[in-house]
């Protein structure tokens, strides 16, 4: 089964500092690659995705992710954070094989930025 | 607008009882998925199914069982409630085809078994 990584825990950062959030996973086949976030009380929303292409994907908010297939990476990254991306951010990896594509989350970042 | 609806915000059950999470999306979406949401470890996926009848397991069904009786609706039962199932409960919906393949997400149903 396919598991993904999320490394940081809990990241704190002052407003206007720039952000990386790692993520790797296992699965060596074809895959699709999502950033979500949580913002405090809300429901999970989609912040980017790669499904093919140009591995440097942009999203929302000024969010951008690299995929790095020989690293098995799609890290996230912002290079000027707000107080209003504090929230909690999660990895996700769909495996494109068969019918049945289970959809994989890492344990999640809580990113805190100080104002 | 994508809506995946959960059928309870907040749910209180006693040890023991048989709980129904219900779960209906509106956009004809091939594949369900069963969250549980827990501090610190993200989200766990118990269940999905990518067809009407179908379902595999996930990463932690034990506890669980799901019910996919029609295309729209993917039901959660938990057969015997126990304390260390109190979290909050997430359902998603996803087209199953290539392009576009994000998961949208219900709002979550916050259950304490007591």
């Known amino acids: 089964a396919q598991s993904v990584s999320q490394h940081n825990h809990h990241v704190i950062l002052s407003e206007a500092a720039s952000l990386e959030l790692g993520c790797n996973y296992s699965?060596?086949?074809?895959?699709?690659l999502f950033w979500y976030v949580q913002y405090p009380g809300q429901h999970l929303q989609l912040l980017l995705k790669?499904?093919?292409?140009?591995?440097l994907v942009k999203g929302i908010k000024g969010f951008e992710a690299e995929f790095i297939k020989s690293k098995f990476s799609f890290n996230l990254r912002k290079p000027s954070v707000q107080w209003s991306d504090t929230a909690e951010y999660f990895c996700?990896?769909?495996?494109?094989?068969?019918?049945?594509?289970?959809?994989?989350f890492g344990s999640g970042t809580q990113l805190t930025v100080l104002p | 607008d994508v809506k995946v609806t959960q059928s309870s915000r907040y749910l209180v059950k006693r040890t023991g009882e048989k709980v129904f999470l219900e779960c209906v999306q509106d956009?004809?979406?091939?594949?369900m998925f069963w969250y549980r949401q827990d501090p610190g470890l993200g989200l766990r996926l118990i269940y999905f199914?990518?067809?009407?009848?179908?379902?595999e397991k996930g990463d932690i069904p034990e506890g669980y069982s799901v019910s996919r009786e029609k295309k729209e609706r993917f039901s959660l039962i938990l057969e015997s409630a126990s304390t260390n199932q109190t979290s909050m409960y997430l359902c998603?919906?996803?087209?199953?085809?290539?392009?576009?393949?994000?998961?949208?997400f219900g709002q979550g149903t916050r259950l304490t078994v007591v």
């Open positions: 996700a990896v769909n495996e494109l094989s068969g019918s049945a594509r289970q959809l994989t």
């Open positions: 699965y060596g086949g074809t895959v699709n």
């Open positions: 790669y499904f093919s292409g140009d591995p």
């Open positions: 956009m004809d979406h091939e594949n």
């Open positions: 199914s990518y067809d009407v009848k179908m379902k």
């Open positions: 998603a919906s996803q087209t199953r085809g290539g392009g576009d393949t994000e998961a949208f």
